[in-house]
């Protein structure tokens, strides 16, 4: 039992071992997560977070969790929070010390929260800017699009909060009146990645199919109504045990995510304070990007992908036993084939070495963007796809779609499941 505050938090199984090669176990996350408290609070405070919950620690597989479970203690706080779908779900509301004690202890080592507060689910009052950089993008190339995202900002009048997002990318967060919808909230992401990329189109891009992309990708999809982002100073699930870090600007050009670590950040926020201080106070309007959104559209550029002008493609030929292939029913102008679905990145991954043993001559031929390795949501837990982008092989020597090489079918056990129908039936309701 840990007593925080007025409360007392029961935590199962302390010793339990999160991350092996750190030897940090499931009390020693409670205790950093409480060192730290002021500062993660304010990145989820007040905002439903979907769990994702790691109950063997970061060498297992994660499950995710939108509803609060039913045995809670009183003072968890819950929001009702409405998909696109047409699900609703009970959401955790944290704004106490002790709610991240309690969140750890389910097997939650970083935190997910939506952008939008319990008190006004319909206007969310964050604008997120991911940036996500393309297989074979070295970090430097993140940094200098990240530089250029903030003069973006700056040009129409936002202040952006930049951090590590613990993985390969960065985030900036950008704090907003909530007086817009989640429609018009894309919409100005959107905006900012044409806007950036129109500056650098050779770094970055908003190209929204993934076999199209290049360099850094900015994720403007992260500000859809269901998607959620790792909070500031969560913990990630690496062997390094990194932490999403709030830098200051000036920061930004020499950081190296490898330096932020759950060893180096308490010392760190000691001794530099917190560089997202002062975030909430910093609120703007979205109202310059949505204007630039609207000259966007009437210069024909969408609010969602569209297939290009002219050669709209093909939609890519299924793997032998199933009804969609490596870009389901969409076209597309680039040469795709699937390889692996998996239940598991490592068993996607040994797909993959597979069928490179059996093209020896193809796989020198494509670079290191050419190779889809997609986390793919499933019910309640990711799967893995691996595809391939053949448009660096010459034709007569690309292989055709042939038999997966591990063939993992993710909705299995949903498909004749009691509630299937139901859900099938809600989402008629939505269209």
């Known amino acids: 039992m840990v007593v925080i505050g007025d409360r007392e938090v029961s935590v199962s199984n302390p010793d339990k071992v999160f991350f092996p090669g750190l030897g940090l176990t499931k009390l020693d996350l409670v205790h950093w997560y409480q060192r730290l408290a002021g500062p993660v609070l304010t990145g989820v405070r007040g905002r439903p977070m979907g769990l994702k919950r790691y109950v063997d620690g970061i060498e297992g597989e994660p499950f995710y969790q939108k509803r609060a479970p039913a045995n809670r203690p009183p003072w968890i706080e819950t929001a009702q929070f409405r998909y696109p779908s047409g699900g609703v779900a009970d959401e955790v509301v944290v704004r106490h010390p002790a709610d991240l004690a309690w969140l750890v202890n389910l097997g939650c080592i970083d935190f997910h929260p939506h952008p939008v507060r319990a008190e006004d689910l319909a206007h969310p009052d964050e604008l997120r800017i991911d940036l996500d950089p393309n297989p074979g993008v070295d970090w430097p190339q993140v940094r200098e699009v990240a530089m250029v995202v903030r003069d973006v900002l700056v040009d129409c009048g936002l202040t952006g909060f930049p951090k590590t997002s613990g993985s390969r990318g960065l985030h900036i967060l950008v ?75 000036e920061e930004v050009p ?72 490596a870009t389901g029913r969409r076209r597309s102008t680039m040469p795709l084939i699937e390889v692996a679905r998996a239940a598991t990145k490592a068993e996607a991954l040994a797909g993959l070495d597979r069928w490179k043993a059996r093209h020896p001559d193809v796989w020198p031929l494509l670079q290191a963007d050419d190779v889809l390795v997609d986390s793919m949501r499933g019910r309640s837990s990711l799967w893995y796809r691996v595809r391939l982008n053949l ?31 139901a859900w099938r039936a809600a989402r008629r309701g939505q269209r």
């Open 175 to 249: 704090r907003i009146q909530p007086l817009w919808t989640f429609t018009e909230l894309r919409r100005a992401a959107l905006t900012v990645a044409r806007l950036v990329e129109q500056r650098v189109p050779h770094l970055a891009t908003s190209r929204w199919w993934k076999e199209e992309r290049h360099g850094v990708f900015i994720d403007y999809n992260q500000n859809a109504k269901d998607r959620t982002q790792c909070s500031a100073y969560s913990i990630r699930p690496t062997p390094d045990g990194r932490v999403s870090t709030p830098l200051r600007w």
């Open 254 to 325: 020499t950081c190296d995510p490898a330096d932020y670590t759950v060893a180096t950040v308490p010392e760190r926020v000691d001794t530099l304070g917190d560089p997202a201080e002062g975030i909430d106070e910093a609120a703007g309007s979205l109202e310059t990007l949505l204007r630039i959104a609207e000259e966007h559209r009437a210069a024909g550029l969408p609010d969602a992908p569209a297939p290009p002008a002219g050669d709209r493609g093909r939609v890519a030929t299924p793997a032998p036993g199933k009804s969609s292939g």
């Open 391 to 421: 448009r660096h092989v010459p034709a007569e020597m690309r292989p055709p779609q042939e038999a997966l090489e591990v063939d993992y079918d993710p909705f299995e056990q949903w498909r004749n499941h009691p509630d299937a129908e």
